[in-house]
């Protein structure tokens, strides 16, 4: 018997399983049987209404951290230590040995997280102004951070011997947040095929990688036929695998928000399980539908939300919305460079104003504590939060998201499609939100002069009304501003706050 069918079952069914093939299908396909409100038909989605905790939150944080960071070299650590020539093979090489004899089932045991404390990094992530938290759940290496049942590569068994998901869902209930999943394995079936290569010259040419040996199928997944190649597998054993521990994700955990690194995977499969989320939260919550699925799909007439990686909307959506991203490198990588903590602020601001929430990795080590230079990007975003985020918190789109030169001028795309999520702003670009009937202004560059917002003149076809004042977030200082024909026009603040991105309150004329 393969030890991929104990990958899909659970440990109740092992008998079983030694004796017949049929059962572990038959199993697989019991998370398929859909009741409750929602069915999974693309018609049935359209009942879907966005939660407004989702669009009142605006700024998640995410743990996108696992086994890969321990060789301290990124992203993509586990496929590419298998692709010959490439960077990460030679580090393997010199570092740990051939991927014949040492293979990425060998890294998951240094994985320790032995400075890992879930609950002062989420009281550091609250005081940055997160509402919501993101752990992820298992990355395309198929090495779960939740205590399953039906797969021993996890990290209750294994690494850190802790369940991580577990562990930061208490963390961030505690602290008053929403919590959410990241799963990555729809793509981990085709992703993960690299391990059974070999190499083509050397000494070792021809010798298989470690994920060749059958004992080892159920992390590295069993072979793929030559068609299957893409980002999602079309392989139905695979498929009805990946549901079996989506579901068992969802039914352990019941998460707020739930995160596919792909479009809704594998047709009817996938919506099953986007049925399934559904309706067992709605039962979680007495009828009330407070989920959240995200997906790099986007949605007509409503049905889940679309997330985009690295990049962010060139206009306002319709559809509530996220970009994820990370301030540095997915995983853990000596010497990287970080964004700063203006650069998030200044996406933050823009993603709200054009209807979305964003959703940032905070790169972990692979002990689990923070370096300096990140705490310092933690530390300026706290700063910021509270003075600010009344234009942050529970807005919604004002009329346009904003003018000046990132709005007029050429819109770079980024490589998932959006505007990439590091721009070069100036104090001209402003963006807006509102609430409440107030209009908060934020001035995304510190301004050198007097602040000038040609939305809000008196002759402007966006603004019919008088304006009755404005305020300086952040300040009590009394401000000189005047309504001209042609823009409002503010007068350089005395005094400017110690940031870089300026927001203004401006109430209106009743």
Not at 77 to 84: G, S
Not at 346 to 359: H, Y
Not at 411 to 437: C, H, M, V, W
């Amino acid at each position: 018997m393969k030890m991929r069918f104990l990958h899909c079952m659970g440990l109740t069914t092992i008998l079983a399983l030694a004796f017949s093939f049929p059962v572990s299908a038959q199993l697989a396909n019991k998370a398929k049987e859909v009741t409750g409100k929602f069915q999974p038909t693309l018609e049935s989605f359209k009942q879907y209404r966005y939660p407004e905790w989702f669009r009142d939150a605006k700024f998640g944080i995410w743990a996108h951290w696992g086994p890969q960071a321990v060789p301290r070299q990124g992203d993509w650590y586990a496929k590419k230590m298998y692709q010959e020539g490439s960077a990460d093979y030679k580090y393997h090489l010199e570092h740990y040995g051939h991927p014949s004899e040492f293979g990425y089932k060998d890294i998951i045991p240094l994985w320790k997280a032995q400075k890992w404390d879930p609950d002062k990094l989420m009281a550091l992530y609250k005081k940055a102004g997160a509402k919501y938290f993101v752990s992820m759940a298992t990355h395309h290496d198929d090495f779960f951070l939740w205590d399953s049942k039906i797969h021993r590569w996890n990290a209750v068994n294994m690494g850190p011997k802790k369940d991580v998901v577990g562990l930061w869902q208490k963390a961030a209930r505690k602290e008053g947040l929403r919590f959410g999943v990241s799963e990555h394995l729809a793509a981990s079936y085709t992703w993960f095929q690299s391990a059974r290569g070999a190499d083509t010259k050397g000494s070792k040419a021809g010798v298989p990688y470690d994920g060749a040996n059958p004992a080892y199928e159920d992390l590295y997944h069993p072979k793929t036929a030559p068609d299957d190649n893409a980002w999602l597998t079309n392989n139905p054993e695979n498929q009805k695998n990946w549901l079996a521990c989506i579901t068992e994700l969802i039914d352990k955990y019941h998460p707020d928000l739930l995160y596919s690194d792909s479009e809704l995977p594998f047709g009817e499969t996938g919506r099953n399980m986007l049925a399934h989320f559904y309706n067992q939260d709605m039962a979680k919550n007495g009828g009330k539908l407070e989920a959240v699925y995200t997906c790099k799909l986007r949605p007509s007439e409503g049905r889940w939300v679309q997330d985009i990686e690295r990049g962010m909307m060139d206009s306002i959506s319709p559809f509530p919305w996220q970009t994820d991203t990370s301030i540095g490198d997915w995983f853990y990588r000596t010497g990287q460079k970080y964004l700063t903590g203006t650069e998030v602020i200044r996406m933050l601001v823009d993603i709200v104003s054009k209807n979305g929430n964003l959703l940032i990795n905070v790169v972990q080590t692979p002990e689990g504590d923070l370096e300096p230079d990140v705490m310092a990007i933690l530390n300026d975003i706290s700063k910021w939060i509270p003075a600010n985020g009344a234009g942050i918190y529970g807005t919604r789109p004002w009329k346009i998201y904003g003018e000046g030169p990132l709005v007029n001028g050429k819109k770079e795309k980024g490589t998932f499609g959006g505007l990439r999520d590091k721009q070069a702003y100036s104090p001209s670009d402003i963006r807006f939100t509102t609430k409440n009937g107030i209009l908060y202004a934020y001035c995304m560059g510190n301004p050198a002069g007097d602040v000038s917002i040609t939305s809000l003149g008196r002759n402007s076809k966006l603004n019919d009304k008088a304006i009755a004042s404005v305020k300086m977030l952040g300040s009590d200082e009394k401000l000189n501003w005047k309504q001209q024909d042609d823009a409002l026009v503010i007068q350089k603040p005395a005094k400017l706050p110690d940031w870089t991105v300026i927001g203004f309150e401006i109430r209106f004329k009743k």
